[in-house]
C-alpha cells in the first residue's frame, strides 16, 4: 500500500487497510519528513514493513493499493497506477483541491472505473473536474453496492469528497450483504 500525505488521514487509512484488509506492507510519502517518520513508526508498530517512498514513481508501480490524503492545491499524483490498482483520492474535497494530474484521471477513466462517493462530487470533486471529466455520469459508491458491478479490467478510481465514516459504513454494509449472499 501508497499512502500519499502522512497526517491524521493518513493515519486512520494506514490503521483501516492493516486491521480491515489484512495490509502488510506500506510506502509513505509526505511533504514532511517528520510527519512520515511518524507515520512510519505507526506502520511499524502496527507489523507492517513500512518504507518512505523517496522514489514515488516506483512506489506507484509496486503498490497495488494507493491512497492519496493532502490537502492539496497541487498535484501530488501523475504517475498511473498498475491495472490492479485501487486508487483511494480522499485528499481534495472541493472544485478548487486537487490531489491526481488531470491526465491520470482521464486515462483511469478511460482504462479502469471511477466511483464517487455521493453525487454531491459533481459540485465538490476538483481532481475530477479540473480533468474535464463528467462527474454526474459516474457511478457512485451506493449504486455500486446496490448493483453487481463487475470488476473493471483496468485500475479503480474512489474519489471520496465527504465524510469517511459514511464510506466506511457503506463498505460494511456491502461486505455484509455479500457474506450473507454467499451464506445462502
Known amino acids: 500500500m501508497l499512502i500519499v500525505g502522512a497526517g491524521v488521514q493518513g493515519s486512520a487509512h494506514l490503521h483501516a487497510f492493516a486491521q480491515g484488509l489484512g495490509t502488510r506492507e506500506v510506502w509513505i510519502r509526505s511533504r514532511s519528513a517528520a510527519s512520515a517518520a511518524q507515520l512510519l513508526e505507526q506502520a511499524k508498530a502496527l507489523g507492517l514493513q513500512a518504507h518512505i ?3 514515488l514513481a516506483q512506489a506507484v508501480r509496486h503498490c497495488p493499493l494507493i491512497v492519496t490524503c493532502t490537502p492539496a492545491q497541487a498535484v501530488v499524483l501523475t504517475e498511473a497506477p498498475r491495472p490492479d490498482a485501487f486508487v483511494c483520492a480522499v ?3 472541493t ?3 486537487v490531489e491526481l494530474a488531470p491526465q491520470l484521471c482521464r486515462s483511469m ?5 471511477i466511483v464517487v462517493d455521493t453525487e454531491d462530487a459533481v459540485h465538490e470533486a476538483g481532481d475530477l473536474l479540473q480533468a474535464g471529466i463528467d462527474v454526474s455520469a459516474l457511478p457512485t459508491l451506493a449504486a455500486v453496492v446496490q448493483q ?3 470488476r473493471p479490467a483496468g485500475a479503480v ?3 471520496s469528497c465527504g465524510w469517511g465514516g459514511w464510506d466506511l459504513a457503506a463498505t460494511r454494509l456491502a461486505w ?5 449472499t454467499q451464506a445462502h
Not at 455484509?176 to 450473507?180: A, F, K, L, S, T
Request: no cysteine.
Open 157 to 159: 478510481l474512489f474519489k
Open 148 to 150: 453487481d458491478w463487475p
Open 176 to 180: 455484509r450483504q455479500n457474506q450473507m
Open 53 to 55: 517512498a523517496d522514489d
Open 95 to 97: 472544485p478548487q483541491m
Open 109 to 113: 477513466q478511460d482504462a479502469g472505473q
Open 91 to 93: 485528499g481534495a474535497f
